[in-house]
């Protein structure tokens, strides 16, 4: 289960009901940050989320209203007696963004930086094995990438395998967790246990962006798509191509083009009071579409 909070949905300033861009993932007991605008803290601690288990922070780029959070959320975990590192991925420029952040703080973990990853990989923290990220190149102002992250699950533990590979039963647990067992000159792996792999989840971002070709083929099949939605009314697309940004209805085409479960749009213009007004021009073209707020939870599960 994958229990995910839009903490902020605002874009360019905060406004009373409306922070900065910020999404909050939990799987597992871990905790996974993308963006971290003005407001974030104040959302996670009205929601209790925790701070002192955010192994990893996905940042879209280095505009102020995704980032400056950062600064007060980085001391607040040091503050929580975090100790483990953190994990901060962003495009180019995060590691100078960053550099910049610690000159005022001091923090008692380390920080690890991946700026501007290539192609599909995984983290090197046992915590968040079963996940994998995706990156894409976007067209905004500045450099700015989107996420893909995918849960997967460990498969189905198979009893006719195990028996068939002469696997005693003291072992079949730990190897279905996935760890080697070495038992005299005998080696035991999870694959000696384990049937077919399960379906996972998979969750895209994509912010800040006019709307590109390479998007559809990299939300493909996601099973919630967060896109901004900047602009609401169609007579804004003036606006839209202007400031680099998307309508309700060029997100939902970019949903339907990828075939996504469900879209969840965000990243609203102070201009627009409520977004609900204009749901019509995205349901219009994609009919599972939920406009954001503040604070929005939904969880996620596994279908298989």
Same mark, same amino acid.
């Given at each position: 289960?994958?229990?995910?909070?839009?903490?902020?949905?605002?874009?360019?300033?905060?406004?009373?009901?409306?922070?900065?861009?910020?999404?909050?993932?939990?799987?597992?007991?871990?905790?996974?940050?993308?963006?971290?605008?003005?407001?974030?803290?104040?959302?996670?601690?009205?929601?209790?989320?925790?701070?002192?288990?955010?192994?990893?922070?996905?940042?879209?780029?280095?505009?102020?209203?995704?980032?400056?959070?950062?600064?007060?959320?980085?001391?607040?975990?040091?503050?929580?007696?975090?100790?483990? /590192?953190?994990?901060?991925?962003?495009?180019?420029?995060?590691? %100078?963004?960053?550099?910049?952040?610690?000159?005022?703080?001091?923090?008692?973990?380390?920080?690890?930086?991946?700026?501007? /990853?290539?192609?599909?990989?995984?983290?090197?923290?046992?915590?968040?094995?079963?996940?994998?990220?995706?990156?894409?190149?976007?067209?905004?102002?500045?450099?700015?990438?989107?996420?893909?992250?995918?849960?997967?699950?460990?498969?189905?533990?198979?009893?006719?395998?195990?028996?068939?590979?002469?696997?005693?039963?003291?072992?079949?647990?730990?190897?279905?967790?996935?760890?080697?067992?070495?038992?005299?000159?005998?080696?035991?792996? /999870?694959?000696?246990?384990?049937?077919?792999?399960?379906?996972?989840?998979?969750?895209?971002?994509?912010?800040?962006?006019?709307?590109?070709?390479?998007?559809?083929?990299?939300?493909?099949?996601?099973?919630?798509?967060?896109?901004?939605?900047?602009?609401?009314?169609?007579?804004?697309?003036?606006?839209?191509?202007?400031?680099?940004?998307?309508?309700?209805?060029?997100?939902?085409?970019?949903?339907?083009?990828?075939?996504?479960?469900?879209?969840?749009?965000?990243?609203?213009?102070?201009?627009?009071?409520?977004?609900?007004?204009?749901?019509?021009?995205?349901?219009?073209?994609?009919?599972?579409?939920?406009?954001?707020? %503040?604070?929005?939870?939904?969880?996620?599960?596994?279908?298989?």
């Amino acid at each position: 289960m994958i229990d995910l909070t839009l903490l902020g949905c605002g874009g360019n300033i905060p406004l009373p009901n409306r922070f900065l861009s910020s999404v909050f993932i939990n799987f597992n007991g871990r905790k996974i940050l993308i963006d971290c605008g003005e407001g974030t803290q104040v959302s996670m601690r009205m929601k209790r989320c925790g701070f002192k288990d955010i192994d990893l922070i996905c940042i879209t780029h280095t505009h102020g209203d995704h980032i400056i959070g950062l600064i007060g959320l980085l001391s607040t975990m040091g503050n929580s007696e975090r100790k483990a /590192p953190v994990t901060i991925i962003g495009p180019y420029g995060i590691k %100078d963004a960053i550099k910049a952040v610690k000159m005022l703080i001091d923090l008692p973990y380390q920080l690890n930086i991946i700026e501007n /990853p290539d192609g599909r990989f995984s983290l090197n923290n046992k915590e968040l094995a079963q996940l994998e990220i995706e990156t894409i190149d976007l067209y905004h102002s500045t450099e700015c990438i989107g996420y893909n992250l995918y849960f997967s699950r460990r498969p189905r533990f198979s009893v006719e395998k195990a028996e068939k590979n002469c696997v005693p039963k003291k072992y079949w647990n730990i190897l279905q967790k996935g760890t080697h067992i070495i038992d005299g000159d005998i080696k035991y792996t /999870p694959d000696m246990v384990l049937g077919e792999t399960r379906k996972g989840i998979k969750i895209s971002m994509i912010t800040d962006t006019r709307p590109i070709e390479t998007i559809p083929e990299f939300i493909a099949g996601a099973d919630l798509f967060i896109c901004e939605g900047m602009y609401g009314d169609d007579i804004d697309i003036s606006k839209a191509v202007k400031n680099r940004h998307m309508t309700f209805r060029e997100a939902a085409c970019l949903a339907a083009s990828g075939n996504v479960s469900k879209m969840l749009l965000t990243h609203f213009s102070p201009s627009i009071e409520d977004p609900e007004r204009f749901l019509e021009n995205a349901t219009s073209i994609f009919p599972n579409t939920i406009i954001g707020y %503040d604070r929005l939870s939904t969880s996620l599960g596994f279908t298989e």
